[in-house]
């Protein structure tokens, strides 16, 4: 997990237009099926590990986008714009890969019309992600050890609400140990947890 600038050669990797992410129980990874931009559809699986690693990460960016010293004042902003982002999801279908193994869990609806993987190939496990930071966007180079297989996935920091709001169910239901900030845990989550 780096937190530099992406090199220039990132430029010319395939591009994440969609993900589907998912738990696979069997596996205890998370698993990101991704709609390409050249229409291909990859699968990578990535560990308890390395995602405790650049969630944080992903959470202080959100905090430096904010303008506000009073830590209430920007309790009140996240839980608003954390809102709004859900509010604005899109009804897209999901990018699903099915296997023989069942996944299962997902963040989204799998009764759609599946994008079926070509094969082996097109799945890996992520060991590195690198940051660029942006004006209101984040964009991460995922790849492998040997870098054989990377892509660039953009999130403007609506995308990246949304994101991190599928993970944040993803990691309950896998039961990870991970500390949310209690903007973005749900307000089902919240009241539930104040019942005696």
């Known amino acids: 997990m780096t937190e530099n600038a992406i090199p220039s050669e990132a430029k010319r990797l395939p591009v994440i237009d969609r993900v589907t992410s998912k738990y696979d129980e069997v596996q205890d990874r998370l698993r990101f099926v991704c709609a ?99 004006p209101q966007e984040l964009v991460l180079k995922i790849s492998e050890a040997d870098e054989v297989n990377a892509v660039v996935l953009p999130l403007p920091v609506a995308a990246l609400r949304q994101w991190l709001c599928a993970l944040q169910m993803l990691t309950k239901r896998a039961e990870w140990q991970l500390e949310w900030p209690t903007w973005l845990v749900p307000e089902q989550e919240k009241t539930s947890k104040n019942v005696h």
Do not use: C, Y
Request: charged letters at 25%; zero cysteines.
């Open 36 to 134: 390409m931009n050249d229409e291909s559809v990859i699968s990578i699986w990535v560990t308890q590990r390395l995602l405790n690693r650049f969630v944080p990460i992903l959470l202080d960016w959100l905090q430096e986008q904010l303008d506000v010293a009073d830590k209430d004042q920007a309790e009140a902003f996240h839980t608003l714009a954390q809102t709004r982002a859900q509010l604005a999801m899109k009804e897209n279908s999901p990018v699903i890969a099915p296997t023989n193994a069942s996944l299962s869990d997902s963040a989204e609806d799998d009764q759609r019309t599946p994008v079926v993987l070509a094969g082996r190939s097109d799945e890996w496990l992520a060991t590195t992600i690198t940051l660029s930071k942006r």
